[in-house]
């Protein structure tokens, strides 16, 4: 039997995790634009928003810390729990890469200009990528941490 057949889920592969970070990147990078063509006035990122970001990369490499800790003992953590964990992993991984290059796009689009709190949307922004990037690495170490010892007589799994 394959693996596709015994159920065994791969690591995330990087090319749909470049394709979410460049979607995010050309959406962050369109917002001033489309923006200003209705006239209105261009979002300004608040701390709120950024802070809200790196608690859930805390919270992140949180679980993922714990779930490496359990996953090395055998029975303390059940299936269940260890697929739903993987499937934040997953889920998480896609959407800290459109985070970051959201933030990152939008950051991009202030360098060189003029007006009004550039600065402060220029630094909020680039910490959102940032905390969008940590995202991502702790959403990538959730999933490692998911992985499944290898038996005798099994091949690895996560």
């Known amino acids: 039997m394959s693996r596709a057949e015994l159920g065994h889920v791969r690591p995330t592969h990087p090319g749909p995790v470049v394709a979410a970070a460049v979607i995010g990147l050309v959406g962050g990078w369109s ?9 209105e006035v261009p979002p300004l990122v608040t701390w709120v928003q950024v802070g809200v970001l790196y ?33 934040l992993a997953k889920a998480c991984i896609l959407v800290g890469a459109v985070v970051g290059g959201g933030y990152g796009g939008y950051a991009l689009t202030w360098i060189g200009s003029e007006s009004a709190l550039v600065g402060e949307r220029i630094l909020r922004s680039g910490l959102g990528s940032l905390a969008g990037l940590l995202i991502l690495l702790a959403a990538i170490w959730l999933e490692r941490c998911c992985r499944v010892r290898e038996d005798d007589d099994a091949e690895p799994s996560m």
């Open 31 to 39: 917002l001033r634009p489309v923006a200003q063509w209705l006239g």
């Open 55 to 87: 608690f859930v990369a805390l919270f992140l490499a949180a679980v993922a810390w714990q779930t490496r800790r359990l996953v090395s003992r055998p029975l303390a953590l059940a299936p269940n729990r260890a697929v739903n964990r993987l499937v």
